[in-house]
């Protein structure tokens, strides 16, 4: 059965630092998604993303976040200058068309420790 | 907005009596309504949604939710607990009246389902 892959499933990192969460989505999935999960808190949404470019975003979700598709398999989140309170658990979610009836598919997340 | 609320942050049930998860929800419009289970370490696995239609919806692992317009519920049961079914479980809701096309869902805290023998 087709999945979510993510990498790393650990990232440790100091404050400041630039860090690239990557995943690869579904094959034949055209929408994509990450989500955030704060230790002990509800899995809040970051940001979609279809046909090459963000579809709706969160207040989360500021300069210090971007997302790219760099190729036709990737889909990566990268958070320029951490803070401590970006750790979290980082979900990449996809889903086959830009429907939101459709359900989106997770991956098994990246665990992100700011020290 | 839309907004989900699971009222329980843990169920506790014997194994092979029936167990139900509570979650209501908040939209403008109509719902599109998901419950998500997670094991320990694991990602979120999509368990059962309701587009529209029949109100009981069935789903994995034998599975079901009942959607109630009227008390704004979405209720996940199954007839019979097992203990495998032990796991932190979300209900999500998006609004299918919200523009945009981001397809973003909004989560509920969780319920922590402990299935005991």
């Known amino acids: 059965e087709p999945e979510v892959t993510q990498t790393p499933s650990h990232q440790v990192t100091q404050m400041g630092q630039e860090v690239i969460l990557r995943c690869v989505p579904i094959s034949n999935h055209l929408y994509f998604y990450w989500y955030r999960q704060i230790l002990g808190q509800k899995v809040e949404f970051l940001v979609s993303f279809y046909n090459n470019e963000i579809s709706e975003k969160s207040e989360i979700f500021d300069d210090q976040f971007s997302v790219e598709r760099p190729d036709g398999s990737n889909f990566t989140l990268k958070i320029r200058s951490t803070k401590l309170e970006d750790s979290a658990m980082y979900f990449c979610?996809?889903?086959?068309?830009?429907?939101?009836?459709?359900?989106?598919?997770f991956g098994p997340g990246t665990r992100l420790t700011v020290l | 907005a839309q907004s989900v609320a699971q009222p329980e942050d843990q169920v506790n049930v014997a194994e092979g009596n029936p167990l139900t998860v509570k979650c209501t929800y908040s939209v403008s419009g109509n719902p599109y309504l998901f419950w998500y289970v997670q094991y320990p370490n694991r990602g979120l696995q999509f368990l059962l949604k309701?587009?529209?239609?029949?109100?009981l919806v069935k789903g994995s692992y034998g599975f079901e939710a009942e959607f109630n317009k009227s008390q704004t519920s979405f209720h996940l049961k199954k007839p019979s607990a097992l203990v495998s079914d032990s796991a932190l479980y979300f209900c999500a809701v998006r609004d299918i009246m919200v523009t945009g096309g981001g397809n973003k869902l909004t989560f509920g805290t969780g319920t922590q389902l402990k299935v005991e023998l």
């Open positions: 979610a996809s889903s086959e068309a830009p429907r939101g009836y459709n359900e989106q598919f």
């Open positions: 309701y587009i529209t239609g029949d109100n």
